[in-house]
C-alpha cells in the first residue's frame, strides 16, 4: 500500500514551453502533498506544500507565478513548469501525506526534467 | 532552510563491513527520517524516530537520536552491495506541517 505515482518519468522540452506533472496517491487519500527539486548531486529543496482544494503554500525563493500548483482533489497534485528555461532542468519530486494523519510522507519516484 | 548536515559525504567500504552516516540539525524536531535514494530514482523511507526515542532497529539498519546534541546516526550492518545508494535524513519541525529539510545526504558504495 501506500503507492504514489509521478507522470511523466521524464520530460524533455523546449525552451519556453510549459510542462505538466502529475503526483497521484494510488491506494489513499492525501490532504498534502508536497513538491520538491533535485540538482544532479544535491539535496531535495521543498518547493511547495499543497493543500487539497485551497492554495499551495510556496518556500521562500520559489516563484509562484513560474511553478502553479494544483491539488484538485485528495489524490492528485500538478505541478506546471511555466516557459520553461535551461535552469529549469531537474529532477521533481513529490510526495503524499495520508488523511489520515501519520507521520509518514510516501514519496513518488521523481521526474526528470530536461529543457533544451 | 536547509538545516541538515550529513557526514561524511561520501563513504566507500568492503562488502560485510558495517556502515556510519550522522546527520546533525539546528532547530527542535518532532521526528528524524532516514531515506535512501538509488541514482535517478525515487526516495525509499528506511526508518522514522521520534524526538522521544534514542534508538530504533529495523532488519540491518540501527538509529540512535540524541535530541541534546541535535544529531542522529544510521547504521548499516553487514552491508552488501545493494546497499550502494545516496542516504538522507530528514527532519520534520515542530509545528505539525511536516515539512520535511533533508540533509546534504551520504553517497555510499559498497565495494565487492
Known amino acids: 500500500g501506500a503507492v504514489v505515482s509521478q507522470h511523466p518519468s521524464r520530460v524533455i522540452c523546449k525552451s519556453g514551453t510549459s510542462v505538466k506533472i502529475e503526483c497521484r496517491s494510488l491506494?489513499?487519500?492525501?490532504?498534502?502533498m508536497f513538491w520538491y527539486r533535485q540538482f544532479p548531486k544535491q539535496s531535495l529543496m521543498l518547493m511547495a506544500t499543497?493543500?487539497?482544494?485551497?492554495?499551495?503554500?510556496?518556500e521562500q525563493g520559489v516563484e509562484k507565478d513560474k511553478f502553479l500548483i494544483n491539488h484538485a482533489s485528495l489524490t492528485l497534485s500538478t505541478l506546471t513548469v511555466t516557459s520553461a528555461h535551461p535552469e529549469d532542468s531537474s529532477f521533481y519530486i513529490c510526495?503524499?501525506?495520508?488523511?489520515?494523519?501519520?507521520?509518514?510522507?510516501?514519496f513518488g519516484p521523481g521526474t526528470r526534467l530536461t529543457v533544451l | 532552510s536547509q538545516q541538515g548536515e550529513e557526514d561524511p559525504q561520501a563513504l566507500s567500504i568492503q562488502e560485510g563491513e558495517n556502515a556510519t552516516m550522522n546527520c546533525s540539525y539546528k532547530?527542535?524536531?518532532?521526528?528524524l527520517q532516514w531515506y535512501r535514494q538509488n541514482s535517478g530514482r525515487g526516495l525509499v523511507h528506511l526508518i522514522l524516530?521520534?524526538?522521544?526515542?534514542r534508538e530504533k532497529h529495523s532488519g540491518r539498519l540501527r538509529v540512535t537520536l540524541d535530541t541534546s546534541k541535535k544529531s542522529s546516526s544510521l547504521l548499516i550492518t553487514a552491508s552488501r552491495a545493494a546497499d550502494t545508494a545516496s542516504y538522507f535524513c530528514?527532519?520534520?519541525?515542530?509545528?505539525?506541517?511536516?515539512?520535511?529539510?533533508f540533509g546534504q545526504g551520504t553517497r555510499l558504495t559498497i565495494n565487492p
Open positions: 510526495s503524499a501525506r495520508p488523511a489520515i494523519k501519520t507521520d509518514t510522507q510516501y
Open positions: 491506494d489513499f487519500q492525501a490532504t498534502t
Open positions: 499543497s493543500n487539497e482544494g485551497s492554495k499551495a503554500t510556496y
Open positions: 532547530t527542535s524536531i518532532n521526528n
Open positions: 524516530i521520534r524526538s522521544n526515542e
Open positions: 530528514a527532519t520534520d519541525g515542530i509545528g505539525g506541517a511536516q515539512k520535511l529539510v
